[in-house]
């Protein structure tokens, strides 16, 4: 820790040159603020089940497309089929091979990626927006013949072993891990990294099997955002994805456990300069009425940069460089978490001022000058997020996708707007009470095991 | 499903560009847009961590650290409160040639963002136990992002001290501990007082504006800044390499080696035109599925388990002058493979050199390149950064819309040339060798 010295340096030297104190300027106020403008969606859902959303956005002239499907499940094997799938299923169509699916991308000068999480399967594309039909002519092949060719998928599982072995030597990786151990022991949101054993074991054959299983359109969500027409869009989809069809098989949605309460988990690293710290816990979904309340008493806690955390552990102490703590929704459950990563010395020291502050602001109620600080934050942030072709996409299918629409965003300003003080501590006394929560803490388990434990019961795990 | 467009360039979205010069020499660059009720505000200064003195290393970044620790008007911890409490986000990032800082706010809070950049313009407050602070927060930061992690700095902290020979272009733009620790607020007042002068800055406005309203708000907040000489602009070229420079980095975190291959490109400032010819030659060799080094050693040798080609320090190819770099990095499994992962990269460059591009290969690459383009555009906060960045390094905001129609006129023999000038005598080579079991 290096040491502090209240002495102040003689301002700077423009003023010091200046020979006087400039009078203080008062900050400007803000003017009215512009009318928030409804956006309008035009949709339609396909004989198959599909269902599509469109948003006209002529601000570039570009198109946004994402497709959503649900992939929750609780089979066996399923993270690492499921991994290896989206990392193969761009390798080849019935009409294309890897190389030529690629060249028609980049000729649309489009991108098409393929994300996955716990609860689905997301590709994500963009293209010149007059070359939206091209990209949903791929999308379609793509959806009805991907064929997972075996060299390509026995290329792709090595690579996958190797990026699953990049990920564990990373210290936020190993933390996340851990909190999800502890969050969600045993089941399919405890983890993103698949078992390499079972990645070794994954074969093309087992690709096709889920692919025709679960890559259907009848639960599926296709959002489109851009410069085109709506009839346009909403007619290029359905010609083009016509031939996309049938029910996804029963997935066996997994039961969420409790969490793991316990100790504090150290994760030993040895010789580690920093500490990885992780608290988390059960938090509200948007659709509760209690949601907006806790959304702000995150913010206030350590949801953005003026936070009380934040200006403690970084802006006073100079512990950490990026702690934050932020809310997350799944299909099946919402957490909250806080991150932070500190030098080692100061481990102890941070994680007392971390559980002084998630005691303090669920003991004591926020003022009224915190409230009005993260309610507005909350509300010009939503409309930053939206402002964008690509944002707007992202944003409205994890909405849609969890039984959300753009109305409840529009509404969710007056919802913020009427969030009271009693209504935050109520909140967080429930949700960020230190004792509700789990922690772990990745790092040299010889240097920090000690201290620590005479701040809370601690349990270390090798490394 | 093919959609070949042939040569021509594509039409990039129209921006209102509105320029204007303040009589204390700040550069202004206003690009309305109202479709939405945002707005972008950034300042970027003429002066990035090539600039940092001798023996302070990492200087430039401390520095913009504090600038956001109060000003003339305003306390420690305010200027972030009044950015969110106005519903805003804010940031700043120190490159190898600038700093910039910026806001993307309501536009009900326009004049806010104004006020908060030229306060700090006019004086940070710089003081011991603010310096202090923000020493820690930086030595967090690269623990952080260095040294607690496995490829922390890989390459672009291990491979300019191979590259290059002077200070400015080797040195570490992170800083080292002992250099950071040394830092006083003397130094922070003589770095503003040299390199913080609205002469040596553009401010970018992008967004929910009136051109001419802003331009007089500009002028109200920012006018009152005593003008300061700006400082005279520092050649820091130096020679080509005569031959390949060949080092090893261990990296005790790492499970797998790495390697890195810089190459000196053309100047971007002298020579647009070949310079992106390096651009699409990047694209070609690594963009996506069809890209030249993705097929060879990922997909049909399976040499490497990712590699990338991109041009700068922080991959936006244009954000430096010169000298910059073509960079090319490879992750793998075999640490004896290293020879092999280089002679597939240099028969990969002799194939493009000797025979250029496939049918259809640069027609693609461009307009992928340009579509990237017209994304970033879409977000007013990087329109404000982006023209601002232009404006700045190549005197002309307009340069990112004309792109494409540059990039049209790059052709096969000069992607050929360029790939041609990719030799071993023109690189440095690091390789990282792991020191983690896998």
Known sequence: MSPTDTAVAPATSARARNGRRAPLLPVPGLTRPAKVKRITTAERVFESGLRVVFVRRPSVPMVEVRLRLPFLSAKSHHLSRSSLLSDTILTGTAQHDRNSLAIALQELGGGLSVGLDADRLLLSASALSTALPDLLGIFAEVLTSASYPKNEVAGERGRLIERITLAKSQPGVIANEALGQRMAPGHPYGTSLPPISEVEATTAAQLRSLHANLV?????????????????ALDSAERAL?????????????????????????????????????????????????????QLANLAFGGMFSSRWVENIREDKGYTYSPRSSLDHSTLASSFTASADVATEVTAPAVLETLYELGRISSLPITQAELDLVRQYAIGTMSLSISTQAGLASTLSGLLGAGLDLEWLTRHRDRLAAVTLEQVADVAAEFLAPRKLVAVAVGDADRISSRLSGLVDITVQGA | MSASRGAAALRAPSFELVHHTLRNGLRVVVAPDRSAPVVGVAVLYDVGFRSEPLGRTGFAHLFEHLMFQGSANLEKLEHFRYVQASGGMFNGSTHLDYTNYFEVLPSNAFERGLFLEADRMRSPRITEENLDNQISVVKEEIRVNVLNRPYGGFPWLVLPPVLFDTFPNAHNGYGGFEDLQNATAEDASAFFDSYYAPANAVLGVAGDVDADQAIELIEQHFGGIRRRKKP????????MLSAERRETVTDALAPMPAVALGYRVPNPGDDLHSYLAN????????????????RSLVQSKRLVTDISAYLGTFGDPLEERDPTRLNITAHYSDQSATEKVLS???????????????????????????????????????????????????????????????????????????????????????????????
């Open chain 2, 279 to 294: 651009v699409l030659l990047a694209e070609i060799l690594s963009d996506g599925d069809a890209s030249r080094l993705q």
């Open chain 2, 232 to 239: 005279p602009r520092q050649n820091f070229g130096e020679p």
């Open chain 1, 242 to 294: 016509a031939g996309w069809t049938g029910a996804q098989a029963n997935r066996e949605v997994p039961a969420l456990p409790g969490l793991d309460m316990g100790p504090l988990l150290i994760v030993d690293r040895p010789g580690s300069v920093q500490t990885s710290l992780r608290f988390g816990g059960h938090a509200l979904p948007r659709s509760d009425e209690g949601y907006p309340a806790l």
């Open chain 2, 344 to 438: 597939a990269v240099d028969a990969e460059l002799d194939r493009l050199a000797t025979s250029g591009t496939e049918p259809g290969e640069l027609d693609r690459v461009r307009t992928k390149f340009a579509a990237t383009i017209f994304r970033e555009l879409d977000q007013v906060l990087n329109r404000s950064l982006e023209f601002a960045k232009f404006e700045m390094l190549f005197g002309r905001a307009s340069l990112i819309l004309g792109l494409p129609t540059l990039l049209a006129e790059i052709t096969d023999d000069d992607i050929r040339l360029a790939a041609a000038r990719l030799v071993p005598a023109s690189r440095a080579v690091v390789e990282l060798i792991p020191g983690a079991s896998a």
């Open chain 1, 216 to 232: 259907r359109p009848d639960e599926a969500l296709l959002v489109i955002v851009g410069d085109v027409t709506p009839a346009r």
